[in-house]
């Protein structure tokens, strides 16, 4: 399988470099190889499961933009709320003040039929004011303005003029937030890879509907900027199967490797008398020397150890050039009767305490950009025989060396409540027989 992540990540890069030797207005080649790839994002399994962890990863940043977009949004409501509020409360702006608010409210405050900021501030006083849109804020800004200049040449005469000129500066520093938001949205709809595959895959569908008998399905047509997204797309794609994506499966077949062939010899090895201290260093033996089998200088805790890298070890592997994988080993195990219960509490333990450590890895590699995108893994060797499959994550891996295999597993988990539904009941008191007085 490592050899199917490096094929196909040749093949993309083989792509990508075709696709950036044909000229932008040679649509025909472009178009054939467009479709390549669409096939490819949307029937490859590697290439789909790489476009599914870089959009994972990109999910965080679509949260962070959202709490802004929300943050600037909010602020400008709730502003226009309290404006509405001051200038509708009775007694509190001079008659002339209200009738220069009136004149200024009948500027229109949307691109929207017989909408005015009168009637927008009007929705906010009933709380009752739709979302605005960050385009909005523009179409809004002219009608706030010149209500602005309005009140500032009545702040003299009306005292109660002072709040709702400071909920129109607030209302403009949205207006400056907002601007800077949609620039954000830009670069963020570009650097998603999400719309080109879309794109990509509708280009593929279209070639495949071209080919049907009996159609009248023209060919794609040619897309302002997607050849640009698409060279943008596979090499992420690659960056991802190469970094990340293989190391993983590496370490599935790790597990696999573990669970299948060694389970006897390693629960043997770490049952010896002598290995009562040494069971963490056993399994690493095992681990470092089937990663480097697979193809990778593995980086354990021979080299790292509670977020610390020797810095001649990691020269040493750039002058191997050999690809380093990072991995935190854990061990839960009770194969000895004084060690305590591999329990499911401990497992997790002992992941939260291996992200400790990986956090530490993580700042160092963030000092040396040729290993930023080197993903720290970690792996918990354990006998629980609790349930624990649901603690895996993206980063963390289970290996399961019990004696008891995952359908006895789950028997023994329903066994307590099967022994209460058929548990006698036990006779109440009252109907207790007692012994015959004497």
Same mark, same amino acid.
Request: include cysteine.
């Given at each position: 399988?490592?050899?199917?992540?490096?094929?196909?990540?040749?093949?993309?890069?083989?792509?990508?470099?075709?696709?950036?030797?044909?000229?932008?207005?040679?649509?025909?080649?472009?178009?054939?190889?467009?479709?390549?790839?669409?096939?490819?994002?949307?029937?490859?399994?590697?290439?789909?499961?790489?476009?599914?962890?870089?959009?994972?990863?990109?999910?965080?940043?679509?949260?962070?933009?959202?709490?802004?977009?929300?943050?600037?949004?909010?602020?400008?409501?709730?502003?226009?709320?309290?404006?509405?509020?001051?200038? *509708?409360?009775?007694?509190?702006?001079?008659?002339?003040?209200?009738?220069?608010?009136?004149?200024?409210?009948?500027?229109?405050?949307?691109?929207?039929?017989?909408?005015?900021?009168?009637?927008?501030?009007?929705?906010?006083?009933?709380?009752?004011?739709?979302?605005?849109?960050?385009?909005?804020?523009?179409?809004?800004?002219?009608?706030?303005?010149?209500?602005?200049?309005?009140?500032?040449?009545?702040?003299?005469?009306?005292?109660?003029?002072?709040?709702?000129?400071?909920?129109?500066? *607030?209302?403009?520093?949205?207006?400056?937030?907002?601007?800077?938001?949609?620039?954000?949205?830009?670069?963020?709809?570009?650097?998603?890879?999400?719309?080109?595959?879309?794109?990509?895959?509708?280009?593929?569908? @279209?070639?495949?509907?071209?080919? @049907?008998?009996?159609?009248?399905?023209?060919?794609?047509?040619?897309?302002?900027?997607?050849?640009?997204?698409?060279?943008?797309?596979?090499?992420?794609?690659?960056?991802?199967?190469?970094?990340?994506?293989?190391?993983?499966?590496?370490?599935?077949?790790?597990?696999?490797?573990?669970?299948?062939?060694?389970?006897?010899?390693?629960?043997?090895?770490?049952?010896?008398?002598?290995?009562?201290?040494?069971? @963490?260093?056993?399994?690493?033996?095992?681990?470092?020397?089937?990663?480097?089998?697979?193809?990778?200088?593995?980086?354990?805790?021979?080299?790292?150890?509670?977020?610390?890298?020797?810095?001649?070890?990691?020269?040493?592997?750039?002058?191997?050039?050999?690809?380093?994988?990072?991995? @935190?080993?854990?061990?839960?195990?009770?194969?000895?009767?004084?060690?305590?219960?591999?329990?499911?509490?401990?497992?997790?333990?002992?992941?939260?305490?291996?992200?400790?450590?990986?956090?530490?890895?993580?700042?160092?590699?963030?000092?040396?950009?040729?290993?930023?995108?080197?993903?720290?893994?970690?792996?918990?060797?354990?006998?629980?025989?609790?349930?624990?499959?649901?603690?895996?994550?993206?980063?963390?891996?289970?290996?399961?060396?019990?004696?008891?295999?995952?359908?006895?597993?789950?028997?023994?988990?329903?066994?307590?409540?099967?022994?209460?539904?058929?548990?006698?009941?036990?006779?109440?008191?009252?109907?207790?027989?007692?012994?015959?007085?004497?």
């Amino acid at each position: 399988m490592r050899d199917d992540h490096s094929t196909i990540a040749t093949t993309l890069r083989r792509l990508a470099n075709t696709i950036s030797l044909i000229a932008p207005d040679d649509w025909v080649p472009l178009r054939a190889h467009l479709v390549s790839v669409g096939r490819l994002c949307r029937d490859h399994e590697l290439v789909r499961a790489a476009i599914l962890e870089i959009r994972r990863r990109d999910g965080d940043d679509d949260e962070r933009f959202a709490r802004r977009e929300l943050a600037t949004i909010d602020r400008a409501t709730g502003a226009l709320e309290r404006i509405a509020d001051a200038m *509708t409360e009775d007694g509190a702006l001079h008659p002339a003040t209200r009738h220069a608010i009136r004149q200024a409210l009948e500027a229109r405050a949307r691109a929207m039929p017989k909408q005015s900021l009168g009637e927008l501030l009007g929705a906010a006083r009933a709380r009752q004011l739709a979302p605005l849109a960050l385009e909005e804020f523009d179409l809004l800004w002219n009608a706030t303005e010149q209500l602005l200049d309005q009140l500032n040449q009545r702040r003299a005469g009306d005292a109660n003029v002072d709040p709702i000129v400071t909920d129109l500066m *607030t209302f403009r520093g949205a207006h400056k937030r907002a601007a800077a938001v949609i620039e954000t949205r830009t670069v963020l709809e570009y650097r998603s890879i999400g719309r080109t595959v879309a794109r990509l895959v509708q280009h593929a569908v @279209e070639w495949d509907a071209a080919l @049907e008998p009996e159609t009248h399905a023209l060919p794609p047509r040619g897309q302002d900027g997607l050849a640009k997204g698409t060279l943008w797309l596979l090499e992420r794609i690659c960056d991802e199967l190469d970094l990340r994506t293989t190391r993983r499966f590496a370490l599935y077949r790790l597990r696999v490797f573990f669970e299948q062939f060694e389970h006897e010899k390693l629960r043997a090895a770490l049952e010896r008398p002598e290995a009562r201290r040494k069971r @963490e260093a056993i399994l690493h033996e095992k681990m470092d020397r089937f990663l480097f089998q697979d193809g990778y200088f593995p980086l354990t805790n021979v080299e790292a150890s509670r977020g610390n890298i020797d810095t001649a070890i990691v020269e040493k592997v750039e002058r191997a050039g050999v690809p380093p994988i990072l991995v @935190e080993l854990k061990q839960v195990t009770d194969i000895h009767p004084d060690a305590p219960r591999a329990t499911r509490t401990l497992v997790q333990a002992a992941i939260e305490t291996a992200r400790t450590e990986v956090q530490a890895y993580r700042g160092f590699f963030a000092s040396r950009p040729q290993w930023a995108g080197i993903q720290p893994f970690i792996v918990v060797v354990h006998t629980s025989r609790d349930l624990v499959k649901d603690l895996e994550t993206d980063d963390v891996i289970l290996i399961d060396l019990s004696d008891a295999r995952p359908s006895t597993r789950r028997k023994e988990a329903k066994a307590p409540n099967e022994r209460d539904a058929v548990a006698k009941p036990v006779p109440s008191r009252a109907r207790r027989k007692r012994p015959p007085h004497r």
